[in-house]
Structures are given as structure tokens and as C-alpha cells.
């Protein structure tokens, strides 16, 4: 019904500064809040940045200052750009989207979807 999609990963250089795309389709209403989430090998899925229905983010101690992110509602769309890659930061990065959605009965749901995530590879 709902289909989030990451996009903009990949190889990146110390250094890098990659835009990642978050894209949402399908029979939708209204998108809510959208996190970025990332996730290293052998750790949790950890919050990079958050925005919110109205556009206000919010970002985790390692993204403050470095990683901005934005929302196109007309594109059901949210972007993460990133500043100054560090290895550290080489991670599956992954969308969250809380969206509206009607069902068949009429009724509005919300629901939390996940992307599939974006490989992001920090390295010279």
C-alpha cells in the first residue's frame, strides 16, 4: 500500500558529502514524521536525524553540525544531506516514515514504514 524508498548511497571518500533520498508512494494521505536511522555491522539501529510534520528537526550528537535534513512534501520526499564523512560513519542508513494512509472502510490509519535501506561506505 505504502513503499518507502532509500536512494544516494554508496562509496564515499573521507570527507564526502552524499545526499540521501527518502522517497514515500503509494495510496497516501499525509507523511508525518520522517526519521533517518542508520545501522553499523554488529550494532543497534540508531536516530540521525529527525523532521517533523511541519519541518522542525531534530538530530543526534554525531549529525549535529554535519548532516541536515529536509522535506519536500509535494515530492513526498525527504532528503539527508551529509557533510564530512568519516568512516565512523559507514553504515545501512534507513527511512521512517510515519504516514496517513484511508482504508477501504474509510478509515484513516497511521502507520510506521521502513525503507529498505541505502549502503553508505566511507573510504579512501
Known amino acids: 500500500q505504502v513503499q518507502v524508498v532509500e536512494s544516494g548511497g554508496g562509496l564515499v571518500q573521507p570527507g564526502g558529502s552524499p545526499t540521501l533520498s527518502c522517497a514515500a508512494s503509494?495510496?497516501?494521505?499525509?507523511?508525518?514524521?520522517v526519521g533517518w536511522y542508520r545501522q553499523a555491522p554488529g550494532n543497534e539501529r540508531d536516530l540521525v536525524a529527525h523532521?517533523?510534520?511541519?519541518?522542525?528537526?531534530i538530530y543526534s550528537d554525531s549529525a549535529k553540525g554535519r548532516f541536515t535534513i529536509s522535506r519536500d512534501n509535494a515530492k513526498n520526499t525527504v532528503y539527508l544531506q551529509m557533510h564530512n564523512l568519516e568512516p565512523e560513519d559507514t553504515a545501512v542508513y534507513y527511512c521512517?516514515?510515519?504516514?496517513?494512509?484511508?482504508?477501504?472502510?474509510?478509515?484513516?490509519?497511521?502507520?510506521?514504514?521502513w525503507g529498505q535501506g541505502t549502503q553508505v561506505t566511507v573510504s579512501s
Open positions: 503509494g495510496r497516501i494521505i499525509r507523511i508525518n514524521a
Open positions: 523532521i517533523t510534520s511541519g519541518g522542525l528537526p
Open positions: 521512517n516514515a510515519e504516514v496517513d494512509t484511508r482504508e477501504p472502510t474509510g478509515l484513516v490509519l497511521s502507520r510506521d514504514y
